[in-house]
């Protein structure tokens, strides 16, 4: 067994150190010589004749070397080691094709792995500076009350009482997520802010990279507001200074303590939400930052703002027997009700937090989204793979006369197809080297994307993870055996010792469906119809939905954003006063009116129509001043819009065409009530609602969803709130009107932040970025497919023509016109090119009805999109074609006659 050991060492260490070996090899040899041409010499033998002599006897020195690596080292090691270095000398000899290949797997693998990663990071992978991620559970609310919320929250104090009861945690913690402001000296900005319980780093195990984390005894009523910063502000925000630990900022106009700096990556547990969190706060210090009492019976102060509960599984606990503990325990709550309540659980589940960080209701949205990107990506590998395939087989007969040496010295046919094998290997883990640079490019494109029309962001952290490394291998491994398998078989079936004296064999020029370069042609053509096909579909919905009227005139329009968190009631009212009042001060803006939404994002709230019976029933709504409706051209068709008193009332509630007709199909809506019994809120103008009177119909338009037929509707008086959009209507560009409207809401309050000024038309390609993202990636694929298809018709058909040489030197001796020649040669790429048509036009119909929920009324452009993109890559492929059969006109005939 030692022996064995012994000698297995041995060799590797003679594997691992090549060079010394063969020298000491070499001293040996040359001893052995010496000593045979000395001894011969003492027999009478002249000095060369004894070196001649001693040479015979040796035998072949080299075979003698062979053997003696062979003996020494690991053989199959070895001889890998040479084929890998001869494939990259083989590959340095054209490095034009080298860079191809490389360059078009490299994207293929690139971007796959990108969208893997995403996937990966967002649905199944660890988070960033969590420790144990998958031991990690949510707690969702569940309730009848409100069957179209995702993910429901608990109040503060279900959350205590779950506490206390729950067995199946380790521990529980909680945490709500609030945009806010920050103000330093010289700057100032909006941020999200997350209050969570003091707990929540621990049951995390997050730990600080600068500083501590918040700790239980920073969450007792009375404590100094102290913060968290993320990684992300600290360096936006800070410059990454380490000394800014122990400093103060403004939140809210209340002065932090910052005590420590999160580490990188890691942007809380939930994935979707307006703001990422650029600082962490106690819970308990949510009445000094927003100057309100702490609700300890309902949600925190206004819709949107309940805690979210998250803990760790103990040991030998299963995830359902946790979630049917916290379902009974939410079915008898004991906590005190608010008198109105938005929400009442009246059950609970449990998920794995890896699996629920992305609200359920968006879940089918992203998954279309990373499916289509992950769909265009493998199209992207697919074209790329056939296309080396094509040139790797062309390159293979190019290199019949050297192969036909290394059989006729012995080599076998495996042994070739191992070496051309080896040579595809090397060229597809370059190209997934270079493909995992492709994905930390395509990774800072898709690490924050919007959130298909819901104006989110989604942070998911770093996603090249090791998972993600072993998708780019495996990656990598398909490419190899799409693109060097098959040329390697067929080319090694065609090489004969025979063909020495010759640099080009016969190639079939007749029966070409039988020809694998041409049938790789066909197949990236038909990928290629599939990938410009999707594109135009994608484009034509595109612009669709760009053509879509929201029911109102949209030139001049301009939305801003507003975060008033740090105001107050009372300064609040003042600056939305002022500002509808002084705002077409700035020039070029004609007027400005205010809502609490944005336009395409306005909320739901129940309702019920006295007399009517109670119904369990929601409707968009949205709160704007008096004057939004007359900015956007919406005169009511019956009765009057909203007034400037109607806010202080609360008496008054406009509705549309649409909710009119459904509760009163054959009367008059106005003078008729509605009452809003479950809003809970602050008392300043959008909570606590009573009975309301309608005094006007609008018209019907796009309110809720600018891509869906009209929805129900009402609109109700705004009052002083903590975020507002302002909506202008100007005659020069948004951009232009950034600079005068920040300094006119500085002069009007300081302490107000825009956080977002973009025309309506920037505004509606945010709301259509799936469909912006899926034209644009797919027109980059059927961009690459075609360059690719074109690429490969020419060199298929410059190879035919090379190797048709003497059959067209033979025509053009007999007096054949170059036409034919040429009709004749375009042909023979046509024929493949169109067969790839046909089969890519049945693919692409297809793929048409898998995408068809992603597309804007597909029915009036989907035939047209296929058939157009089917005749551009023919047209293509054509085009190419003239090329090298210009080159079959140029045949001399003499030359090839005289060779013969």
């Keep these: 067994m030692t022996s064995h050991l012994r000698r297995g060492l041995l060799r590797l260490l003679a594997f691992l150190r090549p060079g010394r070996a063969d020298r000491e090899l070499d001293r040996e040899l040359a001893a052995h010589l010496s000593l045979l041409a000395a001894e011969y010499q003492r027999n009478g033998m002249s000095a060369e004749e004894a070196a001649q002599a001693a040479r015979r006897a040796q035998g072949g020195i080299e075979q003698a070397k062979e053997l003696h690596r062979e003996a020494r080292s690991i053989a199959w090691l070895e001889d890998l080691r040479r084929d890998v270095r001869y494939a990259f000398r083989t590959l340095a000899r054209t490095p034009g094709f080298t860079a191809l290949a490389v360059v078009t797997l490299a994207i293929g693998i690139g971007a796959s792995t990108a969208v893997f990663g995403l996937a990966n990071a967002m649905f199944l992978g660890h988070i960033p500076g969590v420790r144990d991620s998958a031991t990690l559970v949510a707690i969702h609310a569940e309730s009848s009350e409100t069957p179209d919320t995702d993910y429901n929250g608990f109040s503060y104090a279900q959350f205590l009482e779950l506490g206390e009861r729950q067995q199946g945690l380790e521990d529980l913690t909680a945490y709500t997520r609030i945009p806010g402001t920050y103000s330093l000296p010289d700057r100032s900005g909006a941020t999200g802010l997350e209050f969570v319980v003091g707990n929540y780093f621990r049951v995390l195990g997050v730990q600080s990279v600068v500083g501590r984390m918040l700790a239980p005894a920073d969450d007792r009523p009375g404590t100094p507001p102290v913060a968290v910063l993320s990684h992300q502000a600290w360096g936006q925000v800070f410059g990454r200074d380490p000394d800014v630990v122990g400093t103060t900022v403004a939140i809210n106009g209340t002065p932090v303590t910052i005590v420590g700096i999160a580490p990188a990556g890691f942007n809380g547990t939930r994935l979707d939400w307006i703001n990422n969190p650029g600082f962490w706060l106690p819970a308990q210090s949510y009445p000094q930052i927003f100057s309100q009492e702490l609700p300890e019976n309902s949600r925190l102060v206004r819709p949107g703002t309940d805690f979210w509960l998250l803990g760790r599984l103990k040991t030998g606990v299963t995830l359902d027997a946790v979630g049917s503990q916290v379902d009974v325990i939410a079915r008898q709550f004991t906590s005190p009700r608010a008198p109105k309540p938005f929400f009442r659980p009246d059950g609970a589940s449990a998920d794995r937090l890896s699996f629920s960080r992305l609200w359920p209701g968006r879940h089918p949205e992203m998954q279309r989204l990373l499916g289509m990107l992950f769909g265009v990506a493998m199209l992207v590998l697919l074209i790329g793979c056939f296309a080396i395939a094509n040139f790797l087989v062309g390159r293979g007969l190019r290199r019949r006369q050297e192969l036909s040496v290394r059989l006729a010295v012995g080599a076998t046919r495996g042994r070739i197809v191992r070496q051309l094998l080896t040579e595809?290997?090397?060229?597809?883990?370059?190209?997934?080297?270079?493909?995992?640079?492709?994905?930390?490019?395509?990774?800072?494109?898709?690490?924050?994307?919007?959130?298909?029309?819901?104006?989110?962001?989604?942070?998911?952290?770093?996603?090249?993870?090791?998972?993600?490394?072993?998708?780019?291998?495996?990656?990598?491994?398909?490419?190899?055996?799409?693109?060097?398998?098959?040329?390697?078989?067929?080319?090694?079936?065609?090489?004969?010792?025979?063909?020495?004296?010759?640099?080009?064999?016969?190639?079939?020029?007749?029966?070409?469906?039988?020809?694998?370069?041409?049938?790789?042609?066909?197949?990236?053509?038909?990928?290629?119809?599939?990938?410009?096909?999707?594109?135009?579909?994608?484009?034509?919905?595109?612009?669709?939905?760009?053509?879509?009227?929201p029911g109102y005139a949209t030139e001049g329009l301009a939305v801003v954003r507003l975060d008033l968190n740090a105001l107050g009631p009372d300064r609040t009212a003042a600056l939305q006063s002022r500002l509808s009042e002084q705002v077409s001060r700035i020039p070029g803006v004609e007027d400005g009116a205010i809502t609490l939404n944005e336009l395409f994002a306005i909320g739901s709230m129940p309702y019920e129509v006295p007399g009517q019976g109670t119904r369990d029933d929601w409707v968009g709504a949205s709160f704007i001043s008096a004057?939004?409706?007359?900015?956007?051209?919406?005169?009511?068709?019956?009765?009057?819009?909203?007034?400037?008193?109607?806010?202080?009332?609360?008496?008054?509630?406009?509705?549309?065409?649409?909710?009119?007709?459904?509760?009163?199909?054959?009367?008059?809506?106005?003078?008729?009530?509605?009452?809003?019994?479950?809003?809970?809120?602050?008392?300043?103008?959008?909570?606590?609602?009573?009975?309301?009177?309608?005094?006007?119909?609008?018209?019907?338009?796009?309110?809720?969803?600018?891509?869906?037929?009209?929805?129900?509707?009402?609109?109700?008086?705004?009052?002083?709130?903590?975020?507002?959009?302002?909506?202008?209507?100007?005659?020069?560009?948004?951009?232009?009107?950034?600079?005068?409207?920040?300094?006119?809401?500085?002069?009007?309050?300081?302490?107000?932040?825009?956080?977002?000024?973009?025309?309506?038309?920037?505004?509606?390609?945010?709301?259509?970025?799936?469909?912006?993202?899926?034209?644009?990636?797919?027109?980059?694929?059927?961009?690459?497919?075609?360059?690719?298809?074109?690429?490969?018709?020419?060199?298929?058909?410059?190879?035919?023509?090379?190797?048709?040489?003497?059959?067209?030197a033979i025509r053009r001796a007999l007096g054949a016109p170059s036409y034919r020649l040429v009709a004749s040669v375009v042909l023979r790429g046509l024929l493949p090119s169109l067969a790839g048509v046909l089969v890519g036009l049945g693919l692409a119909r297809g793929a048409g009805s898998l995408i068809a929920d992603q597309l804007y009324e597909p029915g009036s452009y989907e035939t047209l999109s296929v058939t157009l993109a089917a005749i551009a890559v023919l047209t293509a492929t054509i085009v190419a074609s003239f090329w090298p059969a210009a080159a079959a006109t140029r045949v001399q005939p003499t030359a090839h006659l005289r060779a013969d």
């Excluded at 009452?675 to 809970?680: C, H, I």
């Design 424 to 549: 595809s290997v090397v060229l597809a883990l370059i190209a997934a080297l270079l493909g995992l640079l492709v994905a930390v490019g395509f990774s800072r494109l898709t690490g924050s994307l919007p959130d298909l029309g819901q104006r989110v962001t989604l942070a998911v952290g770093p996603i090249l993870q090791p998972r993600t490394f072993g998708f780019a291998l495996a990656a990598a491994l398909i490419a190899v055996l799409g693109t060097g398998l098959m040329p390697a078989l067929f080319v090694s079936g065609r090489v004969r010792p025979t063909s020495i004296s010759t640099s080009e064999g016969t190639w079939p020029t007749r029966r070409w469906w039988y020809a694998p370069r041409q049938i790789l042609l066909a197949a990236q053509v038909a990928l290629t119809v599939v990938g410009a096909g999707t594109a135009l579909l994608y484009a034509h919905s595109l612009q669709q939905m760009n053509r879509v009227s």
């Design 627 to 808: 004057d939004y409706l007359d900015l956007l051209g919406l005169a009511p068709r019956s009765g009057r819009g909203l007034r400037t008193d109607d806010a202080a009332a609360g008496t008054a509630v406009l509705v549309n065409e649409e909710f009119a007709a459904r509760h009163w199909p054959e009367g008059d809506a106005v003078g008729r009530s509605l009452r809003f019994p479950s809003l809970v809120g602050p008392a300043q103008g959008w909570g606590g609602l009573s009975d309301r009177a309608i005094v006007g119909v609008i018209p019907l338009n796009r309110c809720r969803d600018l891509l869906r037929p009209p929805h129900p509707c009402v609109w109700l008086p705004l009052g002083p709130a903590p975020v507002a959009t302002l909506v202008l209507r100007a005659s020069v560009p948004a951009s232009q009107t950034a600079q005068p409207l920040r300094r006119l809401v500085d002069e009007i309050d300081p302490d107000a932040v825009i956080t977002k000024v973009e025309s309506f038309e920037s505004y509606v390609g945010t709301l259509n970025a799936q469909p912006r993202i899926a034209a644009l990636s797919t027109g980059a694929v059927a961009s690459v497919g075609v360059v690719l298809a074109v690429i490969s018709c020419i060199a298929v058909l410059a190879a035919m023509v090379r190797s048709a040489g003497r059959e067209l």
